[in-house]
Nanobody, 125 residues
Framework: VQLQASGGGLVQAGGSLKLSCAAS????????MAWFRQTPGKDRDFVAA????????NYADSVKGRFTISRDSAGNTVYLQMNSLRPEDTAVYYC???????????????????WGQGTQVTVSS
């Protein structure tokens, strides 16, 4: 599985951005997907996750009510709508995928075996 993330950029505090992550499947499969973020010198932290069918979502407390994860009907593209952005949201955002038919979500890095290249999000104050 190859993941291609896009949509990052520079935005003022209070603004919005929408990230996209397209998964290229080499074989047919069900993918649980998620977004993580990382700042220099820190761990890659969980942001949001979605089950393979879109029926379950999960969010880090720091983004609840501001970010929304979703996926398209084909199931191979996941989005992260980010509203009311804050300077502390500045990070490189990574999408991740795991082949799974589980109807829940995975919030820990260790479960994901496919990663995108990252897209920079910078929020100015």
């Amino acid at each position: 599985v190859q993941l291609q993330a896009s949509g990052g950029g520079l935005v003022q505090a209070g603004g919005s951005l929408k990230l996209s992550c397209a998964a290229s499947l080499l074989t047919f499969g069900k993918l649980a997907m998620a977004w993580f973020r990382q700042t220099p010198g820190k761990d890659r932290d969980f942001v949001a996750a979605i089950s393979w069918n879109g029926g379950s979502t999960n969010y880090a407390d720091s983004v609840k009510g501001r970010f929304t994860i979703s996926r398209d009907s084909a199931g191979n593209t996941v989005y992260l709508q980010m509203n009311s952005l804050r300077p502390e949201d500045t990070a490189v955002y990574y999408c991740a995928a795991k082949a799974s038919s589980y109807l829940g979500t995975y919030t820990q890095r260790r479960y994901y075996n496919y990663w995108g290249q990252g897209t920079q999000v910078t929020v100015s104050s």
